[in-house]
């Protein structure tokens, strides 16, 4: 499956934060790229969904659900920013 965007996660995330997160700023803990949530490359096609470093592939965040539970690892992600609105 082609990797998406990190806009394809703003449904999910808008619902876990009640924001559109799609404007989150990061920054890379391993290369120290810096962004936007909707610059990830995101793959969905696993059992979770996977979102990358367009700059050197580290998994920045990796989501889940089971029975209606969300678990939410970022430790890809040094800095992030959280949208004001």
């Known amino acids: 499956m082609e990797p998406l965007d ?6 999910v995330m808008h619902d876990l934060f009640a924001r559109d997160m799609t404007t989150m700023g990061y920054k890379c803990t391993s290369c120290g790229h810096t962004g936007v949530m909707a610059e990830m490359v995101v793959y969905m096609s696993g059992p979770g969904t996977v979102a ?3 700059g050197c592939e580290t998994i920045l965040m990796m989501l889940t659900e089971r029975r209606g539970m969300y678990c939410i690892d970022m430790s890809g992600m040094a800095q992030p920013v959280l949208p004001l609105a």
């Open 6 to 11: 990190g806009n394809a996660l703003a449904g």
């Open 52 to 54: 990358r470093c367009r």
